[in-house]
Every structure is written in C-alpha cells, then in structure tokens.
C-alpha cells in the first residue's frame, strides 16, 4: 500500500499501522505525528491502522531562539 510520509511516497504492507511508518523513517524521540492532518496520541501509534493514499507527518521540534 502507498502512503505519503513527509511528502514522500513510500509502499507500507497492508494492515500498517502508524508504528510501521515510523519505525520505516527509523525516527527518533522527541517527535509528534499526525495521519491526514490529525495528531495522534504516541500511545496510539500500533493502533492507527493506516489506509492508501494517507499522508503522515512525522514532525520533530525545533529548538533555538
């Protein structure tokens, strides 16, 4: 299944979850993602199944002043 993770397109196997995408970006804590524009909760990213064609942003904070 295609999905899009940070503008990127990448192929996920069905029944992804969240979980995979960001474990396939091999991101690192501290970290926010959201699904379609929707944050979601870091204590449902192995429940967030995804579907094809969604767009996930995996978006690290930036510190500095």
């Known amino acids: 299944m295609n999905v ?3 503008q990127t397109r990448h192929t996920l196997p069905e029944g992804a979850t969240l979980a995979d995408a960001i474990e396939l970006l091999q991101a690192r804590a501290p970290f926010a993602a959201a699904v379609n524009l929707q944050f ?6 192995s429940q967030t199944r995804l579907q ?3 767009r996930i942003d995996i ?3 930036v510190t500095g002043g």
């Open 59 to 61: 978006i690290a904070p």
């Open 52 to 54: 094809r064609d969604d």
């Open 40 to 45: 979601v909760p870091h204590t449902r990213y």
């Open 4 to 6: 899009i993770i940070n």
